[in-house]
Nanobody, 128 residues
Framework: QEQMVESGGGSVQSGGSLRLSCAAS????????MGWFRQAPGREREGVAG???????AYADSVKDRFTISQDNAKKTLYLQMNSLKPEDTAMYFC??????????????????????WGQGTQVTVSS
């Protein structure tokens, strides 16, 4: 069963921290490329962070040095540690994974088209 379930969202004050988790099934968890995206009301979904199986990561400029993406292969779980949160970080956060059959080169880990599996999202709200 293809499944990706996010958790850890909530409401925090500016400057606070949250840790998002994404539990994936065997059929969706990827050791090649996984990522986090977010979508604020009235805005397009944007890439936040992408993580290659090598351990290399890419971040949007807006979250660099504040967010950290990581994964636990044994638990098939992707994480996003978010520190120094700002009101502009308020959005629905989604995890994503590249399909197992797609072993072609990744051009941009922050681009939606690089991913095949998506979770339902978890809401993050940051108040000033």
């Amino acid at each position: 069963q293809e499944q990706m379930v996010e958790s850890g969202g909530g409401s925090v004050q500016s400057g606070g921290s949250l840790r998002l988790s994404c539990a994936a099934s065997t059929s969706t968890y990827s050791r090649y490329l996984m990522g986090w995206f977010r979508q604020a009301p009235g805005r397009e979904r944007e890439g936040v962070a992408g993580l290659y199986g090598s351990g290399d990561a890419a971040y949007a400029d807006s979250v660099k040095d504040r967010f950290t993406i990581s994964q636990d292969n044994a638990k098939k779980t992707l994480y996003l540690q978010m520190n120094s949160l700002k009101p502009e970080d308020t959005a629905m956060y989604f995890c994503a994974a590249r399909g197992h059959s797609r072993l072609t080169l990744v051009h941009d880990p922050l681009r939606q088209a690089e991913y095949d599996h998506w979770g339902q999202g978890t809401q993050v709200t940051v108040s000033s």
